[in-house]
């Protein structure tokens, strides 16, 4: 069932989708995000969620069923479950003919990332995520010898077209056959959306390279080893361990691993 919650039918836009688990409030993850959305990208926004609010800077609601939980585990956060196996859904419930798909905790911070809305591409996906303080790649490359290079689900941007119908119906076909896709390609995991999308991206592409899927951002990630301050309305990040270390990050997106940290970027974002 759908819920709108302002008017349908536009032309581009962002998606987030927004369901709470344990003590992680992504409700307010998605607030605060939007709120950076509309500042850096003049864009409207959508989320997908099975229980709306009263919101300042949202859109559109469309409620959804969450689906079945994925286990997890967050040693700051009371929860063992997460209700993330929704992104398949995304190409039907989404409003706009052009859209932008972001992680509530990927944190908005310059304009960058909505220029994929003037592409000639039809499905972008991010390939490269790095510790925002050294710039390590994220771990795995890939999750297996065998298997397709790993894709990062915390922005995709794709359009309306037979292609990306076909891409996300794949991800709805792998998810269902997990363990299948496991044994196919030799790896031992829970359901991630992360290695969903790179399997349906190698299929769909016939097992060939995928580059021309891949948007030209890094993901900066901020690691649980880390953490944020604010000094002077200016978001920094320093090691835990080396306290009297900063860097800014005012103007870069920011993906907020530690869902604790996560949600009082929130609050700092809405109080500013």
């Not at 987030?16 to 709120?35: M, Q, R």
């Not at 970027?265 to 809405?270: G, I």
Request: with cysteine; glycine share 4%; aromatic share 14%.
């Amino acid at each position: 069932m759908r819920h709108w919650q302002g008017p349908a039918g536009v032309d581009k836009g962002v998606v987030i989708t927004a369901f709470n688990s344990g003590d992680v409030d992504y409700h307010l993850l998605a607030e605060a995000n939007s709120k950076l959305i509309k500042h850096f990208g003049k864009v409207p926004v959508a989320v997908i969620t099975d229980e709306p609010w009263d919101s300042k800077y949202i859109d559109h609601f469309i409620t959804a069923d969450a689906g079945p939980a994925t286990s997890r585990h967050d040693r700051l956060v009371n929860t063992d479950s997460w209700l993330n196996q929704h992104r398949y859904q995304v190409y039907d419930l989404s409003p706009f003919d052009k859209t932008l798909l972001l992680d509530a905790d990927f944190f908005i911070g310059s304009s960058f990332l909505f220029r994929c809305f003037d592409t000639s591409y039809e499905f972008l996906i991010a390939s490269s995520s790095t510790d925002v303080i050294t710039g390590h790649p994220l771990e795995p490359d890939r999750v297996s010898p065998i298997a397709p290079p790993t894709v990062w689900a915390t922005a995709v941007y794709f359009s309306k077209s037979d292609l990306n119908k076909s891409i996300f119906d794949r991800v709805n076909v792998i998810r269902t056959n997990w363990d299948f896709y496991q044994t196919l390609y030799q790896f031992n995991s829970k359901f991630r959306n992360d290695y969903a999308f790179g399997i349906a991206l190698h299929e769909a592409n016939g097992g060939r390279p995928c580059d021309d899927f891949y948007l030209l951002i890094n993901i900066d990630a901020l690691m649980p080893n880390q953490m944020l301050e604010y000094i002077a309305d200016i978001p920094w990040v320093c090691d835990k361990n080396f306290p009297e270390h900063r860097i800014d990050v005012m103007n870069r997106n920011l993906h907020v691993l530690d869902k604790a940290q996560a949600q009082e970027h929130a609050k700092w974002v809405l109080s500013v």
